[in-house]
């Protein structure tokens, strides 16, 4: 409605606003079973069950208050009723658990937005979200999240600005009475952000961040609580012909406080020159000083390269560098090192050849030897069923402490990972009830042992070689040869780290299929072992209404077995089945099948399954969808097997905005 001055003003405006009639049911078993172990140690089983009712009544609206330029908003809430029910039936118990508690739901989500093409802006948020995180061959977590924060934004093309905060409380459980699933983590972070651009070359960015963490790790009642500042100021110039040199200067500082402290000051300028269009050198500086619980070193490096491009045929890079570190209390390290690199491909007659090829030569000298040497955040990946090495001898295995590759979650001992002393070697093994995932790759701390001076020279060649044929083979051959020579030759604790690797085999691929063996023989000095794998995928059936998809692993491992390791042999076999089937425009079905297969001749035989079905059924405003999972892992002793069925119900009622065509 319009007056003769123009359009009347309105506090709120409502674009759309809709509601939705909800219904969800939830059925969950699972059955964990032990073998008799000997005397006093009896069979044991226990079953629990789960049953969840909800009925949900929400709205949901856009719109603008005052006016769409002033403020926008995006909200949803949902209320409503839960009815659940626990049982937990086990044998070392005379009588049965339960336990039926009941509830009311409440749910939503709010998005602000404050003077959206402003000089200046704003945004707010606060939600809450209830889901669910499958994990494959174990049972399925219950997730609670909560989060709120606000931004304000200064919007300039030379000077832009960014100030937030944002608060994070996450809920895990697996709604049993045992603590191996349950975890909480919180995060409070107050986040500053800038980057200066006096003009088209230069560039200054500042970021300053105020964080607090309060994490609880599933399996333990222990809190870690951390706080933590951060602060990084970033400079880049280019310039010389169309600006293809640049000089970056990294300044970065990190202070932590708690039970999980990390300080890090690194300074790291790092110079590039481009001399013509085929040839370019780089110099870099660090220094980086890092204290990790009583783990303390002070880097300094240097490196200096040159990369040569030989039409689009032939990459060639030198370089060379070398680095003192300095660990308080503990032994010194220098190192120097050279490395060349080659990278080759052209086209022929029958496809494209190319090959790699890398040499590194590094000499690395100790001092001090009546300490012990420091690493901190060694990169480590677990790969079943191999074990993963650390690359020192003579590790102080009380001192090891492992993170994820982000550097925020701490793993455990005896829970998801185990080590193994090999005489003076350690490694790592991750435990498959664990956290840690196959081909999962984490941060390992720790401090070893330096019993005298000494020094190491080590020679690295790493190769690689192979054909890309029109008609979809590719045959390869990769070589990984390492050779060590310790000084003095009486220091009988080391062992030199020798390494002679092949790996030779072919990929087919055609349209709807792949497949390819290979062989691998790995002559390493502490563990060496012959291997054969094979790998293949393929697309079934496809039309426009659905597609089946399989793929499938399988590694067999005959490790020779060398001082104190037994000879043992290792098969390992991965299948995957995925299926989707379009019915219509409105029904769709889903649905997955993971089967693993491992057996050692030491450690026994383990089989996991992972089966998921769904199907969805979305009609104009009405929405179905209905959901099966069942999770099998046995293990050697033991067994865990659970099922979960779901079922989601909707439907929206429109009040105000365009009907849906």
Known sequence: ???????????????????????????????????????GRPRFAQTNKQYRFQETLGL???????????????????????????????SSLFFDKGSSPNGTIFEYDLRLQAFPVGKVSGSGYASKLDDR???????????????????????????????????????????SNYLQDDQEQGEDSLRYETTWQPTENHALSLEFEHERRSDKYSGTNTRFDTTRNYFSLNDTIQFGRDNRSRLDTLLRVEEERGDLPRDVFEFAPQLRLQHTDSLFTNYKAQYL??????????????????????????TSSFGFYGLQQSAVENADLSELG?????????????????????????????????????????????????????????????????????GLRAYRRGIDYRILRI??????????????????????????????????????????????????????????????????QDYLLYRDRNINRHRIGFTYRRDKWSAGPEYEFNDDSIDPYHALHANADAILFQNDRQQLNIRGAASHFRFEGQQFLEERYTTLVDLGLTHRYALGPRLEANSAALYRYQTDSLFGETNGVDLTASISYKIGYFTIFVEAEYDMLELPYSSDDSLGIWLKVRREIPIIGRPRG
């Open 1 to 39: 409605e319009e007056s003769a001055e123009g359009p009347v003003p309105r506090f709120m405006s409502i674009d759309e606003l809709t509601a939705d009639v909800g219904f969800e049911s939830e059925l969950q078993k699972r059955t964990v079973r032990t073998d008799s172990l000997g005397r």
């Open 60 to 90: 949901t609206g856009r719109g603008s208050l005052i006016d769409e330029r002033v403020l926008l908003y995006d909200a949803m809430i949902r209320g409503g009723l839960s009815q659940e029910r626990f049982t937990e039936d086990s």
């Open 133 to 175: 995180i499958p994990r494959p061959f174990l049972p399925s977590l219950d997730r609670t999240r909560e989060k709120y924060g606000a931004g304000l934004f200064y919007n300039d093309p030379k000077l832009p600005m960014r100030l937030t905060f944002d608060h994070l409380f996450d809920d895990i459980t697996s709604r």
């Open 289 to 314: 000083k890092e204290n990790y619980f009583d783990l303390e070193t002070d880097t300094w490096r240097g490196d200096w390269g040159i990369t040569h491009q030989f039409k689009d045929i032939l």
């Open 338 to 406: 050279a490395l060349a690199n080659f990278a080759y491909s052209k086209k022929n007659e029958s496809g494209i050849f190319s090959s790699n090829l890398s040499y590194l030569h590094s000499h690395t000298s100790t001092d001090d030897g009546r300490q012990s040497g420091v690493v901190i955040d060694e990169s480590v990946t677990f790969r079943d069923p191999l074990s993963s090495y650390l690359a020192h001898p003579n590790v102080d295995v009380g001192s090891i402490h492992v993170r994820d590759a982000n």
């Open 423 to 488: 005489k003076n070697n350690v490694a790592l093994q991750r435990i498959p009830t664990g956290l840690i995932l196959d081909r999962q790759t984490v941060l390992v701390s720790y401090r070893y042992r330096v019993f005298d001076d000494f020094k190491v020279d080590r020679d690295r060649i790493d190769l690689r070689v192979q054909q890309d044929f029109e008609m979809g083979l590719t045959p390869y051959y990769a070589l990984s040869w390492q050779d060590e020579k310790v000084d003095p």
